[in-house]
């Protein structure tokens, strides 16, 4: 299985408009300190967010939308999604030759998901009308739910970053590897801990919004990182031979990325950055 990472921001980093020392900092030392907005790439047919900066990495990284199959989105902040991208599916762009996209999100999502793109081209995600225009087929899921995604083994995980329009977290499976996509995201939650006692994960991609600042409600720090990270290794769901990075980072607390990369590996882990490719 190999995985892209097509964004590692929180909303943006430098963050849009912040003149504070971190953005000024990566402003002048761009490569690996410049972010887009989260979201990841598997092998090159599964997708985890649609957000507004998908179309531009998958092009930076020498990927293909056209091979997109199945898209599964952890929830609706606009870092996230970008009902733009699915508009263009409408025939009247004259878009060819795109497989069927199967798309999957919590009920509450992907009625807000749907809306947004009716929105914009009267087509909705979920009618069969709507459906067929776009060529989608979706499929709400909840926390707990295991699925199957083409020959992907997935399933969704409890999460309480956003509980009003509904977030999940995802394991995705392929040939016995197993990654936990893990944002947006606050302390794991029991069940959370619960539906992923099964497994052993091979790579965790994890929610590290910010660094040493005073933080614990619907994102991660330094200190919830690594909490998090102590309860899933006392349970066996990790170990020594885990792969784990941080992603959506934002500029509270957390510095250019060679400097939190190296703080990082001090814990255990690492850093991720965009175009960052993982071969399970
Ligand atoms: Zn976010
Ligand atoms: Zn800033
Ligand atoms: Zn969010």
Avoid: W
């Avoid at 190999?2 to 002048?28: D, H, W």
């Avoid at 919004?209 to 619907?218: A, E, M, Q, W």
């Amino acid at each position: 299985m190999k995985i892209t990472f097509l964004g590692t921001a929180a909303i943006g980093y430098p963050l849009t408009f912040c003149n504070c020392t971190n953005c000024q900092l990566a402003r002048e030392k761009k490569g690996k300190s410049i972010r887009k907005r989260a979201s990841i790439l598997i092998n090159d047919d599964l997708i985890i967010d649609l957000g507004p900066d998908t179309q531009t990495a998958m092009t930076m990284y020498d990927k293909d939308m056209g091979k997109i199959k199945y898209l599964l989105q952890t929830h609706i902040h606009a870092d996230h999604f970008d009902a733009g991208l699915l508009t263009t599916r409408i025939p009247y762009m004259a878009i060819q030759n795109h497989p069927l996209l199967e798309i999957y999100a919590h009920p509450e999502c992907l009625k807000i998901m749907s809306d947004r793109v009716n929105h914009y081209e009267n087509a909705d995600l979920i009618s069969d009308e709507g459906s067929s225009k776009l060529n989608v087929k979706s499929k709400s899921v909840n926390a707990g739910d295991s699925f199957q995604v083409g020959h992907y083994k997935v399933k969704a995980i409890d999460c309480v970053h956003d509980t009003k329009h509904g977030s999940l977290l995802y394991v995705i499976s392929e040939n016995d590897k197993n990654v936990f996509y893990a944002t947006d995201t606050p302390a794991l939650t029991e069940k959370a801990l619960e539906e992923l006692k099964d497994y052993h994960l091979d790579l965790v991609i994890m929610d590290h919004s910010f660094g040493k600042v005073d933080y614990s409600f619907s994102h991660l720090n330094e200190k919830l990182f690594i909490e998090q990270l102590e309860k899933m290794r006392s349970l066996g769901i990790i170990d020594d031979k885990t792969l784990i990075y941080g992603t959506h980072i934002s500029h509270d607390g957390l510095s250019y990325h060679e400097l939190i990369e190296e703080e990082a590996v001090s814990h255990g882990y690492h850093m991720a950055y965009d175009g960052l490719e993982i071969d399970l």
